[in-house]
């Protein structure tokens, strides 16, 4: 084989190695989540979205934290047998009372009692313990994709919102400064909310190109 073509060979072989993790997550997504509020750094709730076109039991499924030393724990684990339609969400809320509790008119269709640190992370777990997608605020935290977002560290009603936003949160490029974006007033929603009856933003070749590569 002349030395031209082994050399181009060889750098498509680069390129094609070097083609980006895409979109992890092939159903369910944290879509908003706060780490405080209006009533200190124990207002907080995290949501849950199913990006997928199917109904998926989250049952079993766990949520666990971060701080920025990279110490983790499981904040909730979802009820046996809860099922999570296309396009709907599922929404946590934190019943501590110091710097508590959450203060939103949304109630949580599951609660805990354990806090995630402003500078630290969060991440979804199926049934398997495998982690399906996560978000960090520092470099630190074991759970983050990507660009990690800016820690909030004010008690004001605001939180970050996976794009692009309202009831559509299905964009997962696995780097949460692309997905997220800082929303205030937060808008959390939970399970008797409205579903997003639209065509999911992922597409489902990136859950191929994911495989892959991870």
């Not at 004001?156 to 692309?178: H, K």
Request: net charge negative.
């Amino acid at each position: 084989m002349p030395k031209t073509a082994i050399a181009l060979l060889a750098i498509a072989l680069m390129a094609f190695v070097a083609v980006p993790a895409l979109a992890v997550s092939t159903d369910i997504v944290i879509s908003e989540f706060r780490t405080r509020g209006p009533n200190g750094g124990n207002d907080e709730f995290i949501e849950l979205y199913n990006l997928s076109g199917s109904a998926v039991n989250i049952g079993g499924w766990k949520v666990n934290g971060s701080n920025a030393s990279g110490t983790t724990g499981t904040r909730v684990t979802i009820t046996a047998g809860t099922i999570l339609g296309s396009g709907c969400h599922y929404l946590l809320t934190n019943t501590a009372t110091t710097g508590g509790p959450y203060s939103g008119g949304v109630p949580g269709d599951q609660t805990y009692a354990t806090g995630v640190t402003d500078d630290g992370g969060i991440a979804v777990l199926n049934a398997s313990s495998v982690i399906v997608d996560q978000v960090g605020m520092s470099a630190g935290s074991t759970y983050k994709e990507g660009t990690v977002l800016t820690p909030l560290t004010t008690n004001v009603n605001r939180g970050y919102e996976r794009l692009p936003g309202g009831i559509d949160n299905g964009q997962d490029t696995d780097n949460n400064s692309s997905d997220f974006q800082l929303l205030a007033p937060s808008n959390p929603q939970n399970k008797a909310s409205a579903c997003n009856s639209a065509t999911p933003t992922l597409n489902s070749t990136w859950g191929t190109v994911k495989t892959l590569y991870r």
